[in-house]
Structures are given as C-alpha cells and as structure tokens.
Nanobody, 129 residues
C-alpha cells in the first residue's frame, strides 16, 4: 500500500501564492503518475494537474482553470510531489487532494478520478478576496 499525506494548505489573499506538498510512504514505486484534485463545498471533485515518470514538463497535464498559474513538480530524493500555486483566486478555494495511480500506470493524460488508486486526506486552501 501507499500512504499519501498533503500539507501546505492555509489562508491566503487573492493574488498570493502557496506551495502544497504530497509526501508518500509505504510501498515503493518507480514508474507512476501523481495527480492533484480539489473539491469545493457542494461541488464535484475536479482534476487540477498531474505528472508522471520521468517527471519532466512534457509529462504533465493541467486543467484550463489553473494552467499558467500552477506548477506541479517532483522531488525524487524525497518522493514528494509539489504543487506551486500562484496568482490565487477565490475560486481556487477548496480541499486539495493528491492521488497516485498504480505502479507502471503512466497515463498522465487521463484525468479520470477512477484511474487514481491511492488518495491522501486533503489539505484546505482558502483564498480571500
């Protein structure tokens, strides 16, 4: 099994920045995909971004709503995935979850939540206007 723990959420003013972290422990994978999702009150969970091995920008996918504002990256030494969020807007307010697909699943361009097997508990991000 894989355990995922998100951190870095908080309260920020519109236009500000936050960096979320997703730390993994447990079973070790080499070739996989990690994604970030978010869920606002009363709304469906939605895809934000994802990255897969070999962890280059060519292996990333962003939703239109965050493209050019958010950046996903991976620290291989610590098996941690980061979500750098800039120019935050009130509509970015949500609980942010990281998730991982199964080992050897590199389908980064498939954003369907059903393809993600392991999920963290989430971290709250609140953007005030």
């Amino acid at each position: 099994q894989v355990q995922l723990v998100e951190s870095g959420g908080g309260l920020v003013q519109a236009g500000g920045s936050l960096r979320l972290s997703c730390a993994a422990s447990g079973r070790s994978f080499t070739f996989y995909t990690v994604g970030w999702f978010r869920q606002a009150p009363g709304k469906e969970r939605e895809f934000v971004t994802a990255i897969s091995w070999p962890w280059s920008s060519a292996n990333t996918l962003y939703s239109d709503s965050v493209k050019d504002r958010f950046t996903i990256s991976k620290d291989n030494a610590q098996d941690t995935v980061y979500l750098q969020m800039s120019n935050l807007k009130p509509e970015d307010t949500a609980i942010y979850f990281c998730a991982r697909k199964n080992d050897h699943d590199l389908s980064v361009f498939n954003s369907n939540t059903q393809t993600y097997v392991y999920w963290g508990q989430g971290t709250q991000v609140t953007v005030s206007s």
